[in-house]
């Protein structure tokens, strides 16, 4: 299946990937770090290299590369993983004189996941934070 894989891509049984040797793959990944932190797309970064998106998506993950800058121009939040505590539930909740992008920024979140924090805790039965 895998030199059927080949074939259907237009690889010879000759055709070398470069970054099959180790010196080789320090060297893609250093270029390939480097241009993802200018914030070049996954995707064409791999079509430059023939690879599939998920595979180097994958590896940026493994070797922790970042983007400068988010999708729209902005840094990506630092603590989007950080658990909801009650100080910043009740500001995303109920500071509703300020836009969603303006509670994400001064919590120093993403829009989504204030966004999402939003429509969920409205929709919860229980009151966890005791904002309701």
């Given at each position: 299946m895998r030199c059927y894989a080949r074939y259907t891509k237009g690889l010879s049984p000759a055709t070398v990937r470069p970054y099959t040797t180790r010196e080789t793959k320090q060297q893609v990944r250093d270029e390939v770090t480097a241009r993802r932190e200018a914030g070049e797309s996954i995707e064409a970064i791999a079509q430059s290299l023939e690879l599939n998106e998920s595979t180097l998506g994958k590896w940026f993950r493994e070797w922790g590369v970042r983007p400068a800058a988010g999708k729209h121009g902005q840094s990506l939040a630092p603590n989007r993983w950080k658990r909801w505590d009650r100080d910043d539930a009740?500001?995303?909740?109920?500071?509703?004189?300020?836009?969603?992008?303006e509670r994400a920024e001064s919590l120093g979140r993403s829009y989504t996941?204030?966004?999402g924090f939003v429509r969920d805790y409205g929709q919860r039965d229980g009151d966890?934070?005791?904002i309701k």
């Open positions: 009740v500001v995303a909740y109920t500071r509703t004189d300020l836009t969603i992008a996941a204030v966004a966890p934070f005791g």
